[in-house]
Structures are given as C-alpha cells and as structure tokens.
C-alpha cells in the first residue's frame, strides 16, 4: 500500500514525522506476526510540487522524494497542513494552490483515499472535494471555513469526519488520529488497534472542543464565548443550567447559542457534555475515583444520564474506557522497555 504526502512551504515538520512514525511502527507490528523477510505492509514518499525540499514553518528543512505526479499509482494522499495564522496569505500562492488541487482531484478519480488535517482541509475544499461532505477543521478556523465553503457540512466539533474515501482531521495533532485510521483502510482495524495501543494514541477522543478551553481567549476572539468557556470550567461540579449561565453573562440564550456556533461551530450544550465527558475521562484514567464519584465531579446527579452520555460521545461506557486505559499502561511500559515505545 503507497501512501504520499504531499508537502508545502510551512508546514509543520511533525505533520511530517509523526504519521512517518505511526506507519513504521505498524510495519514493525506486522512484521512480528508475518516474521522476517515479509513485505512491510505500508510505504511511503514524501513529495513536493518541484520535487525540491521544503522549509517547515519552524524553518526546518523536509526532505522529499521527488515530485507530485497526479498520475502517479497511490493508495492514499495525505496533504499536509500549512501552519498558517493568517491563511490568506496562504491562498493566495494561487499556483501552488491550482497545482495542489488539480492533483487531488485527479487522484480522487483514480480511487485513493485523501486525507488532510487542519489548515490543510481548505486545500480539499478548494478543490471543491468537500462539497456537500462532511468536513472539520481546527477549531479555532471553524467560522472562516464556514465563511468560505458554505457547501461544505462542517462539524468543527469533531476531530475526524470520513466520506467518500476523503478523511477529514480537526487541530493540528489529528494528523495522529488520521494516520491511525489510514492504517486501518490500508492495512486492516487490527493492525491499527495495535499501533494505537502501542503509541498510546487515543482513537476514542471524537471531539476537540473542549481543547479550546486550554488557550487564552480560546482562540476565537469572542469574548463573551471566552467568558462563558471559563464559566463552564469553573463550574464544572455544578448542575447549573445555560439559562444559569446566560444570567450570570447578562445575555439571552438565544444569544449566547448563537455565538457560540459562530465561534466554535457548536452550541453551549453541546460544548458544556464535550467538556464534562473530557474531564471525566482524565478522572477516570487516573483511576482514583468511583464512577458514581466522577459523575458528581462532573456536574451530574444521575449517574445514568452521565453513562449514556458518555457512551454516545465517546463509544465506550465509563467502565469500559476505564478499563481500556488501565490495559494500556503496562502494554506501554513493556514497549518502551523494548526501546519500541
């Protein structure tokens, strides 16, 4: 299975590095079962429009191995995202961006799976290849993009959306996430398991707005957002209402859930279970507490309500993911023992 990243001027070297590694890893896992002289299931090259090397955001060189061919026979594209704050300036190297689209619709006809991550969602919506898909994004970007590709059914919330061979990813670290799930299209869902566990990579995490809550301002400069975010968290025990919090803001409901999916691309509600499902999976992988325990930690009475909620976000009751973690750690501490981890 061919896999190539197509790479720009500013990107992020580990948008590079760190799905190279994820790929690798599981060829060394397939190599186990198959034993040696086995073809490793995955391979890969690194390319750029000149076929020259390109200079990371970070000011690193990223080798490559030679040119973009839309021809070219590949299994999967995996476009890397440009670091790009303003992303204007971005779009406008328009004969980068022409190039870099035309190969990708080229190579959607010809049957390969296109994934992208981050910034690099508007080079696939460009192409006019979200059109009418379902598509995410960073989700500080979620009301540009939106702005930009009307005909593009954005779910910021979300850290992976997949249709129609095209793969989605949401911030910057989800090409982890994306590559995980390469692997699986690729190589099969059991090989990818294994590489998750053994690279600690968490495919249960389905949603990253309540990353949002870890950076100033929240990175979307609506203050009243902002000011409701810092609420959420610090009352996060309470079983308060959004009519509560819009009180305490001096707004509407109305609103306040207008602006909150103008900033982040969802609704309070829908951001306030996102945040209190996050914090009550850091509680449950720490292992202290009971359920019943976190779920009062988390605002909610009714353990219940709590556990379907959980079940619906994440996939896995509390319990179970409770229990996936544990397993994790001394499958890590056994890997890294080996120098694999």
């Not at 990223?62 to 971005?90: C, H, S």
């Not at 009751?317 to 397993?327: A, C, V």
Request: charged content about 20%; aromatic content about 6%.
């Amino acid at each position: 299975m061919i896999i190539r990243f197509w790479v720009c001027d500013g990107t992020l070297s580990s948008g590079v590095a760190g799905p190279v590694d994820v790929f690798a890893v599981a060829n060394m896992l397939a190599a186990k079962r198959t034993g040696p002289g086995g073809r490793p299931p995955l391979r890969w090259s690194v390319e750029s429009l000149d076929g020259r090397p390109v200079q990371s955001a970070s000011g690193q060189m990223i080798a490559v191995d030679g040119r973009i061919n839309p021809e070219a026979p590949a299994n999967a594209i995996l476009v890397t995202a440009p670091y790009a704050p303003d992303i204007d300036k971005f779009l406008e190297r328009r004969e980068e961006v022409a190039a870099l689209t035309r190969a990708l619709r080229r190579q959607h006809e010809r049957g390969a799976v296109l994934a992208s991550y981050c910034t690099g969602n508007y080079l696939l919506a460009e192409a006019g290849l979200l059109n009418e898909r379902p598509a995410t994004t960073h989700w500080a970007k979620a009301r540009d993009f939106s702005r930009r590709y009307p005909r593009v059914a954005l779910r910021a919330q979300e850290i992976l959306t997949e249709q129609d061979g095209i793969l989605s990813g949401g911030s910057v670290t989800s090409y982890l996430t994306l590559a995980i799930r390469l692997v699986g299209r690729l190589s099969g869902a059991e090989l990818a398991a294994a590489t998750a566990r053994m690279l600690l990579i968490d495919t249960n995490r389905v949603l990253q707005a309540p990353f949002a809550t870890l950076i100033e301002e929240h990175g979307h400069g609506d203050r009243l957002v902002a000011r409701a975010q810092r609420r959420m968290a610090a009352t996060i025990q309470q079983a308060s209402s959004l009519s509560e919090l819009a009180t305490h803001l001096a707004v509407s409901e109305r609103t306040l859930n207008r602006r909150f999916k103008q900033a982040i691309g969802i609704g309070p509600l829908e951001y306030l279970q996102a945040l209190r499902v996050e914090i009550a999976k850091q509680l449950l992988e720490a292992g202290t507490l009971s359920i019943d325990e976190i779920c009062l930690r988390v605002g909610y009475a009714d353990s219940s309500t709590f556990r379907a909620l959980f079940k619906r976000l994440v996939g896995h009751s509390p319990r179970e993911y409770q229990r996936w973690s544990q397993q994790l750690r001394p499958q890590c501490n056994a890997a890294t023992e080996n120098a694999v981890c």
